[in-house]
């Protein structure tokens, strides 16, 4: 029976576990988690356009006689670029960049004629040309992608090459305006780009940058423009074409439950529960195993009704059956006891039935083929069950008992 009730507690308790795990998973919610990882998206997706403006500030070893005000010059730039993934991307376009320094003598590129700082002479130019950059975003590499994140901190390393621009003279002396000289410059660029998000399709920005400039042409066997670094600003602003976030991986959610102390409650008291369960059936099973002692009733009882000594048909054929198993069992001893219940009678009357009862009942043994030594008769003048005077039929018997 123990174990029939732990097996059952524990059916009904992985019942209502289950019942419970199946509500859970119907309250489940799937979305993507961008720190899962992202997805590669098609080629299509994550393109970008940025233009930006600012200011330029050149260096080369004799531009340092300059004074520093008079070095800065305008700067722009226009890119179209894309990211291949959330932390790599890369672009390309054009890059403009004014330029202030001096120069040795009267020939070189650049010189306005008339304008000079001691004994150097100002020069004056621009370059504009190609440029191609590789970008990392720094931000979604040390911190995770997240799609809706305010800044984002981008550095990149690039490469281009320029065209010159210098001021031009007539042979009056007279400015005619910015032309192309044969002149092509090499430059390779680094900086940092600073993206802070203003809407889904906008950011605006400041890209800090130095550019090293290298001439590849000379005057004269002399180098003009020499060696130089541009030290740039800008501010920028982006449009990001659709597609733009990433695709990640789509995860479950599982609702917080608003408060578990009820759960635990119960987990607790099924626990303990179990526990009980568990000592009861260890008790059980290491119980010592109990000896029962038989206790034999008497081998038949004849039964009579108020004042009556004689036997019955009924009582008659009980007798005679009880005969012959006594006959089957000769080595044994019987005793023939005769009852009378004490609630009716004299004590006269009651000695004279118990003692005619029991010798009825030992003649017809004898009767019929029980030897008389396996037989003793005796009386009894208690009550055979005392169960008190409502019960009194219960004690008019005769009882035949094996001996001890």
Known sequence: MKKATLFACALALFGAQAVSAQEVAQELTYQPDPSQGVLLNRMQDNWFITAEGGASFYYAPVGVHRAVADRFMPAASIYAGKWFSPVFGGRFGVNYLGLKGLAEGPNYFGVLRGEMVGDYYKTKFAEIGPVFDLMVNLTNWWCGYKPNRVYNAIGYVGAGGYFTLTKHYNEAGESEGFKHIENEVFTLRVGLLQNFRISEQMQIGLDLRAS?????QNQGGANWNKKGIS?????SLTYNFKKRDWTAPVVPICPEPENCDALRARLAAADARIADLEKQLRDCLNRPVETVVENNGPLATVY??????????ENQRVVKAIA??????PSKKYVVTGWADNYTGTDAINVRLRKNRAEGVQKLLVKSGVPAEQLTVTTNNGNLNDLGEKCVALDRAVTIDEAK
């Open 212 to 216: 090293g400039l290298s001439s590849l």
């Open 231 to 235: 030290w740039q600003g800008y501010l």
């Open 304 to 313: 009579y009704p108020i004042g009556v000594s004689r036997l019955s048909a």
């Open 324 to 329: 012959g198993v006594m006959t089957q069992n």
